[in-house]
């Protein structure tokens, strides 16, 4: 996304499992490499990571 991704807005690269289509590709925004798995971030499954996300993004918009 060419000026940013707004908080709470889907991506446009994931694709309908939820993978980036960028991934691997000099394209791919530096935040979205940069995000590295962990227990925090992950914790037991797919549920908690979007809470995570959702957090994340609540605290950093504008």
Known sequence: MENGKPAGM????LDGDDRCR????P???AV???LQPSLEMCGNGRAHALRF???L???TSP
């Open 10 to 13: 889907r991506c446009i690269q």
């Open 22 to 25: 960028l991934f691997g590709d």
């Open 27 to 29: 394209r791919r925004p």
């Open 32 to 34: 979205c490499g940069s």
């Open 53 to 55: 996300l959702d957090r």
């Open 57 to 59: 993004e609540a605290m």
